[in-house]
């Protein structure tokens, strides 16, 4: 039986990776803290790793899984921003959950626009103070509205088309635009002043950081909404801050923030918040943060555990890594994986 460290392990995880591990040999080690260069230790004996978004595998990290003999790390995500690749690469094979359900992201990211634009976040707390006042509620018509969807992969495809659904105009910017799926792709600057609403479903990478920034917010409309269910880092919090106090920007959602690594996923409900950003952008009536909770359905966590655990079995079983992923796929778009072999 393998024994496998499961890193930054929460309630939810449990009930649906217990209810799939009696279909593997595994057995899992749930660790509440996350996964860094100081809890690596926890994983001595285990022969894998399971880590989520905000663990983090940096250098030293993955140094440490290394010398106790973990040559597998999968991830029980799609993101793996906070993968060293070429600190892996040769070491630790590293393993994700590509899609889980693209579905549970695009549906809360639509779920922050309404919210926001009807401000049902203000009458839900206005209702239950028996105030049935409509002052300051004013919506606008999504219908013949302009998105501009960054990132058309799996999510913000699906994204797309809910909002066609809603007779919105689409306009989207991807450094690999999808072809023949009809969508109007326009370079990144015209994007940021065309749209009425933006929503963001790219990967945090080197260029992708800070994407939205202070240039990026001079050049979009006043009033413009922006929803961020994709990395944090995507948006400079400082900036957007600022805008938002010169009544530039209409509305925000975000369900992932640049600094929530050592917040998110954790109940400081007692306790005074030390991040000043976050805690600004909290007192605006105008931004909605959600704790990185757009995949949470039941269909995603019951996708996730199943591709994680048979991720996990193929490697020990020596069969074809087909979620495997490495600096040189990432970058080249080749390596040894796209040829149905490991990636070393
Ligand atoms: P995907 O790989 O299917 O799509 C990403 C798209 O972004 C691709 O079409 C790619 O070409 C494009 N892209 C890459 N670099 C770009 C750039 N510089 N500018 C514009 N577009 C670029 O990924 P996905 O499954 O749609 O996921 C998108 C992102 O959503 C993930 O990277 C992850 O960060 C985030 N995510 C968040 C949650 C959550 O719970 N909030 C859950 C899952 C995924």
Redesign the pocket.
Known sequence: MKKIAFFDAKPYDKIYFDKMSEDYNFELKYIESKLNEHSAVMADGCDGVIAFVNDSADEKTIHRLHSMGINVLAMR???Y?NVDFKSAFGKIHVLRV??YS?FA?AE?AAALLLTLNRKIHRSYNRTREHNFSLSGLIGFDLHGKTVGV???????SVFINICRGFGMKIIA????P?PGSGIEYVPLDELFSRSDIISL?????K??WH?IDKRALSLMKDGVYIIN???GALIDANSLIDAIKEHKIGAVGL??YEEETEIFFEDFSDEVLEDDTLARLLTMPNVIVTG?????TGEALNNIARTTLDNLKAYFDGAELTNEICYRCMKFGTCKQAHHERCF
């Open positions: 995500s799609a993101g921003n590509p899609a693209p992201v809360h960054v990132g058309t992969g799996k999510i913000g910017y991807d450094t690999f999808t479903h790219c990967p945090l990478t260029d992708t994407l269910t994709s990395r369900d992932v990185h909770q757009a995949f949470l």
